[in-house]
């Protein structure tokens, strides 16, 4: 017998579970009448007594002293009727103190040695964390739930004989069948670790030049989101450059739910030009979270390379990376010649004329980083976004330039012109589009791209042009063209262009316009190359300066010669491809090859050969991959003077013309339709099912159009385009 101070020492709660065919007391917890409730509870000595309703959240709390497993005291209650459709019990606990803490179950006429006793079937969580308060899921036994309970017990469970207070408060109790979610009497919620970091995920410090000193410190906020202690936290850099930061700590004490605490991390010193990372990591057993930091040291700027960004100062500023000017103009006007300007993001309202020439050794450029616009919206004077007048040895990179709105009749993108002759200049990469705005109702002619060479003999042309890989769109041209080379330019490329949904020519090569005073010699487009451009959607049926509409074409050689026009992708206007002139005879387009090109669904025709005042000889279209609606045409010929010949395309749908103007070479083949009578030499193929296909990078067939050998001659399996240019959006299959 253990004296009454022992006993209150030692007593633990203890809970009678009422379940199943015993009335319920329903008034106990409020809880529903279909599950088992918690009646009352007593210590083991009088069983009878001394009840206490179970409400609310409190169920008591007791201390204890700690003693060996053999001297236990432990308190029972009893459990009467039947757990047979009950499957777990769901306690919710709460523990103060650093010891561990026990649940057992105990099953009838199982004396308290045996319930300890590994062999019978008991439910037994011997490692519990203090400071905190825990959720458990119980799985009861089938012995246990056949024969019913006996006693519950919450007892203290140290592994060793110490000495020592701590004390348990158990929140809820309650029991659940399977598949039911876990029982929660008074709705206290599971235990929540959870933190949040400020900053979250990613912080970049600002960059600096090699040789910087000490860098500025990122405080980092840890914030518990949890409902229960976070216990004490760990802080480790992790990564291929963990050892280029520094931490202020490498702990952080428990931190109370609804509170937060702090520490720093910087760069360190002395790191050479590179990019580091870094994974900042919070966390302990139950928590963790994580913040990617970076630093980027630089190099010292380069004597030739300046800076413009929305937060510089055209006063105070040097042109640095640190210290960039604020607007481009100003930027133009302080960078050297032959230097490199680059640009931050953002909206710049502005247009530029006075770009320094370059030399051929060191050209001028001006280059975008991502993001950056070159807007005319507001801007009422000038005629053009960018102008080079008589410039040479330029760089226009990566800029998006739009909206050239100004009362102007004729503006611009970007515009090119000289009389005394200039070369060098490229233009890479821009997007240029709503020049003119969305409407004209007038007489307001424009471009996107315009090179214009004004001078009157060979030393006075514009040479060696590079016009690569831009965007041009949604502009409104008036009687003008998206991209045009016209007069006295010679030696020039338009490669790789996405030129599309603009409402007159696509790409266009003019002479005989009187932009050059040289006559015909020198005011023509030429020695010229028109490849990889995609050229869509290009028509000017819509176009208001035409009155009741105009024809207009995807590639036109108006006037220019000695021109190769390959690899493109036209669709979607009057003519695919047009060669002839607006102007004297004199300028009629010679020395032409079209070869290789997909040229499909416009509205009149493929080709048009010889439209207005005709086309030259020396014209050789072969290989093309020719495919319009039924009811329209292939090959348009109006005016031809010269040879034109005519070989190894594929021809579907449409019909091509018996023209007499025509030499029809070896090799054409024609689907669905009829080959004219004099090419002797084409061949009627079946009359396949045609499938348009997105274009995939990578692919083996990379041709206009997949063709099955079988029915073909051997002589003809070459025919038709085999384009390879990354930006082509689509193949076309027969089959």
Request: overall charge neutral.
């Amino acid at each position: 017998m253990m004296n009454n101070a022992s006993k209150i020492l030692a007593y633990l709660l203890c809970f009678i579970l009422i379940i199943g065919t015993l009335p319920v007391i329903a008034s106990a917890a409020n809880l529903s009448s279909d599950r088992p409730v918690i009646g009352a509870f007593s210590n083991h000595k009088d069983n009878e007594k001394n009840r206490f309703t179970f409400e609310d959240n409190n169920l008591g709390q007791t201390s204890i002293s700690y003693k060996t497993k053999t001297n236990w005291d432990i308190a029972e209650a009893k459990v009467t009727g039947y757990l047979s459709e009950y499957t777990r019990l769901c306690v919710t606990a709460e523990f103060v103190g650093t010891k561990q803490f026990g649940i057992e179950v105990k099953v009838p006429g199982k004396s308290d040695q045996e319930l300890r006793d590994a062999t019978i079937a008991l439910n037994k969580l011997a490692t519990l964390n203090a400071d905190g308060s825990y959720t458990y899921d119980i799985s009861l036994s089938s012995t246990i739930r056949s024969n019913g309970l006996t006693a519950l017990y919450f007892f203290l469970d140290p592994a060793t004989s110490v000495s020592g207070t701590s004390s348990m408060k158990i929140l809820d109790i309650g029991f659940r069948k399977a598949g039911e979610a876990a029982y929660n009497p008074s709705g206290i919620p599971a235990t929540v670790y959870a933190l949040t970091l400020d900053p979250a995920a990613a912080y970049a410090f600002p960059g600096a030049q090699v040789g910087y000193g000490a860098q500025s410190t990122k405080t980092v906020t840890v914030a518990n989101v949890g409902n229960t202690a976070s216990g004490s936290l760990n802080i480790a850099l992790s990564g291929t450059n963990s050892n280029s930061f520094t931490l202020s700590a490498n702990s952080l004490s428990s931190i109370a739910a609804g509170s937060s605490r702090t520490f720093t991390v910087r760069p360190k010193t002395g790191l050479a030009v590179g990019s580091y990372t870094a994974t900042v990591e919070v966390s302990n057993g139950n928590v963790s979270q994580t913040l990617t930091v970076s630093f980027t040291v630089t190099a010292p700027p380069s004597a030739n390379t300046y800076y413009v960004a929305k937060n510089g100062n055209n006063t105070t500023g040097d042109g640095s990376s640190q210290k960039p000017w604020l607007t481009i103009d100003y930027g133009t006007r302080q960078m050297p010649a032959g230097s490199t300007l680059i640009i931050r993001a953002g909206t710049y309202n502005e247009k530029l004329t006075n770009i320094k020439s370059g030399s051929s050794a060191s050209r001028t450029v001006i280059l975008g980083e991502t993001g950056v616009i070159l807007s005319g919206s507001g801007l009422n004077s000038g005629s053009h976004m960018i102008h080079l007048n008589n410039k040479s040895w330029i760089r226009i990179e990566n800029l998006e330039i739009c909206d050239n709105l100004s009362s102007s009749s004729f503006n611009t993108g970007i515009y090119i012109e000289s009389s005394s002759g200039v070369e060098g200049i490229q233009l890479i990469g821009n997007k240029v589009y709503r020049i003119n705005g969305t409407s004209v109702s007038n007489r307001k002619d424009g471009h996107g791209i315009g090179v214009y060479g004004k001078g009157s003999n060979e030393a006075s042309a514009i040479k060696n042009i590079l016009i690569e890989g831009n965007e041009v769109y949604n502009c409104k041209l008036g009687q003008s063209e998206s991209v045009v080379v016209n007069g006295n330019v010679k030696d020039w490329q338009i490669i790789n262009n996405y030129i599309h949904d603009n409402d007159n020519i696509g790409i266009d090569a003019i002479g005989g316009e009187r932009t050059s005073g040289g006559g015909v010699a020198f005011d023509r487009a030429r020695a010229g190359y028109i490849s990889g451009n995609v050229v869509v959607n290009n028509d000017c049926a819509s176009n208001a300066t035409y009155g009741s509409g105009g024809g207009c074409c995807g590639i036109y050689v108006d006037g220019g010669y000695n021109i190769v026009i390959e690899n493109n992708y036209v669709e979607g206007s009057e003519y695919g491809i047009e060669l002839g002139t607006e102007n004297a005879t004199s300028y009629r387009p010679s020395d032409i090859t079209i070869r290789n090109n997909i040229i499909s669904n416009n509205r009149e025709s493929c080709l048009l050969l010889g439209g207005s005042r005709g086309a030259g000889g020396n014209i050789l279209i072969e290989k093309n991959t020719l495919w319009n609606v039924s009811g329209r045409s292939t090959v348009e010929v109006e005016s031809l003077t010269g040879t034109v010949t005519l070989q190894q395309n594929i021809i579907l749908r449409a019909s091509c013309a018996n023209s007499s103007a025509l030499s029809y070479g070896s090799g054409n083949v024609y689907f669905g339709v009829s080959k004219p009578s004099r090419d002797t030499g084409g061949v009627v193929a079946p009359n396949r099912p045609i499938v348009r296909e997105p274009r995939t990078n990578g692919t083996s067939d990379r041709g206009g159009f997949s063709i099955t050998p079988g029915n073909i001659p051997s002589s003809h399996t070459n025919a038709g385009a085999r384009i390879n240019s990354s930006t082509t959006r689509f193949l076309y299959k027969v089959f």
